[in-house]
């Protein structure tokens, strides 16, 4: 991955926030802009370079995954505000951007104690706009994030029984991933039979699975960087006419709303498609949640498809389009897929078939 364009592109934006540099102490950032992987490590961008400060149990992890940046390994007994005071009073920098929506209150009052002469100034988003659009090696990792997720999702489906746990079959999903390469999961995996589906965000339980007709399973591979987030119905009982009418529901919505991602449309022109067709079947007030949002470094990242969200698609962003109906005391349906912003339009990177004839399990 091209982690030096990225960190020239960050220096553009500097000189637009007019500061001389800036202190990544957002550590999805500092990967972002030099594909380290760890922790507890700033990275100081400035206009002529970068360095990154760290602590000696990083040292070989740094050389080895980002040996063109220069590396400020602080000794034991130093603190990384000292480390962060020195380097920053030796590169002369007057105007020093920090970033708002990460720095401590804390240590933004410390740093400014010890370079009394260096003036803060809070930024938002300079990485975070960076990342928001996706470049060719970004969405190469998010297809294997995609493949490695769908790999373990057929696995489970040609293994799951009755008598398991919503538990049981989450850990074997995650571990199943595993094994096609995926480092860990996006997040925590979601498998809800019948009536727990009906919450959005269910832990899984000791529920078992043929308890009820119907599993929902949110599930999603982190291939070592990127993210990966799908969700799919499974049917182990009998299609009632009411799932039938629901899970249609969903899908025609969703599948309207994966249409109408391109660029030069908000998150809210997508967010409202999905919207109204629930709307008008009935169901408006049983979709509560937005319709999606970005996926990258983060399972859960700009932009957003949502209601209230203005921002323009562009090619290069890549969205989940998740439309759900919840009806308490009887379950949920929600349908989701990872969608590339193309030229274009889109390109849908999931593919686990959504026909309501293959979410049946024999
Ligand atoms: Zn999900
Ligand atoms: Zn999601």
Redesign the pocket.
């Known amino acids: 991955m091209d982690f030096q364009a990225r960190r020239e592109r960050l220096r553009k934006g500097l000189k637009k926030a007019g500061v001389d540099a800036l202190l990544v102490t957002d550590f999805t950032n500092v990967t972002y802009l030099t594909g380290f992987t760890g922790d507890d490590s700033y990275l100081l961008v400035r206009r002529d370079g970068e360095t990154i400060l760290s602590d000696p149990r990083y040292t070989t992890q740094l050389e080895e995954e980002c040996p063109s940046v220069d590396l400020n390994i602080r000794p034991p007994g130093v603190a990384m505000l000292q480390a962060v005071a020195k380097v920053v009073h030796s590169a002369k920098v007057k105007r020093l951007g920090v970033e708002a929506d990460s720095i401590t209150v804390g240590l933004r009052d410390q740093i400014a104690e010890k370079l009394p002469k260096a003036e803060l100034v809070p930024t938002s988003g300079l990485v975070e706009q960076l990342r928001i659009v996706k470049d060719k090696d970004e969405v190469e990792r998010l297809r294997r994030a995609v493949w490695q997720a769908e790999k373990a999702f057929a696995v489970l489906r040609s293994t799951i029984r009755p008598e398991k746990t919503e538990k049981e079959v989450a850990d074997e999903l995650e571990y199943q991933f595993r094994l096609f390469g995926a480092k860990d999961a996006s997040?925590p995996s979601i498998v809800a039979v019948g009536p727990r589906a009906a919450l959005p965000h269910a832990t899984p339980g000791r529920d078992r699975i043929g308890d009820d007709d119907f599993v929902l399973v949110?599930w999603?591979a982190n291939d070592g960087l990127y993210c990966s987030?799908l969700?799919r119905m499974v049917v182990t009982g009998k299609i009632s006419p009411k799932f039938e009418r629901i899970y249609n529901t969903v899908l025609e919505a969703q599948q309207l709303a994966i249409k109408a991602v391109r660029p030069g449309v908000t998150g809210h022109d997508v967010d409202n498609v999905a919207r109204s067709y629930i709307a008008k079947a009935g169901f408006g007030n049983r979709f509560r949640h937005g319709l999606?949002?970005g996926?990258g470094l983060l399972?859960?990242e700009a932009p957003r498809l949502a209601v209230k969200s203005d921002t323009v698609l562009q090619p290069g962003m890549v969205v989940?389009v998740?439309p759900g109906i919840y009806l308490p005391g009887w379950g949920g349906v929600r349908i989701?897929d990872d969608v590339l912003v193309t030229r274009s339009g889109h390109e849908v990177l999931t593919s686990v078939s959504k026909r309501l004839e293959d979410a049946v399990i024999g």
């Open positions: 997040f949110d999603g987030d969700t999606g949002h996926l399972v859960h989940t998740e989701e």
